[in-house]
């Protein structure tokens, strides 16, 4: 139904203010069938506008999450901080984070704290030198640091990327432990259960300073999510996330990428309506 369209006036002209808006959101876009689809989360931020959490796509649908743990086990030289879908997301926004050429979201932007995911917006050397536009991130003393993608098509996923360790200022501090996973939507209060898809260890100057992983042939519909997290290894300090500054990227690509049907009026507006609107109006 065209959002002009006689009938819509003359809704409007029946109904209140609040059940219009009701019907606007339902005015999606068309279909798009059989298209390869790739979302990049370095593409995603850009060094000339603010960017917003969660990170919206080229189609300006929400789809990168920036997020942190909310629960760990042990103390801090021992601690695991458990991935267990009790995430919820970094709310403060920044730029020069850490005093820093680093503009992203944090777990507190001043004075900063991390969990960090932000964008580099020049050179910066920290043992590993990062070029402006790559991304940074790393976990804080309390929370992992938690970067969800979450599908807005249906299809088969592949997935490739890395973390780069970056730091080597802290000796037994520098090394960071990362993941992939899949499963539903960040829930605070219940959680889930992860599936893995990867994982490994980056420490800067070894074999594993370059985390790399591919993986393919993931079938995914409209809302699951992937997360990337990275923690702090437990080195047996009290600071162990010190030094954990990584370099992450990755790209998802779903070939023949498929989305929901556009919602039509008589099976998925008309009915909200006489659910919500017709007693009052």
Known sequence: MRLDSPLLRGIARGLGVHCVLLLLTFGGSPNAWG????????????????????????????????????????????????????????LESGDGLFDAPVNGWAFRAAPPLAPIAGIVTADYDVGLTFRSGEMLVA??????????????????????????????????NSQVAWYVERGPAPDPRHGFVATSLASGTSDFGSPSQRGRFKIEDQPVEPGDFV??????????????????????????????????PTPTFEQDVLPILARSCFECH
């Open 35 to 90: 298209q390869t689809e790739t979302w990049s989360f370095r593409d995603a931020f850009s060094t000339e506008r603010s960017v917003q959490n969660p990170v919206l796509d080229r189609r300006g649908e929400a789809v990168w999450y920036l997020l942190r743990t909310t629960t760990s086990e042990g103390t801090v030289e021992a601690r695991s901080w458990l991935r267990d879908g009790k995430y919820e997301p970094l």
């Open 139 to 172: 976990p804080g003393p309390d929370h992992a640091v938690v970067i969800g993608w979450r599908s807005p098509v249906a299809g088969k996923l592949e997935i490739e990327g890395e973390f780069e360790h970056a730091q080597n200022c802290c000796g037994l």
């Open 227 to 260: 997360y990337f997290i990275v923690d702090a290894v437990a080195d047996g300090t009290s600071t162990p996330h010190h030094g954990d500054a990584t370099r992450f990227d990755v790209t998802l690509t779903v070939p023949d990428a498929t989305r929901p």
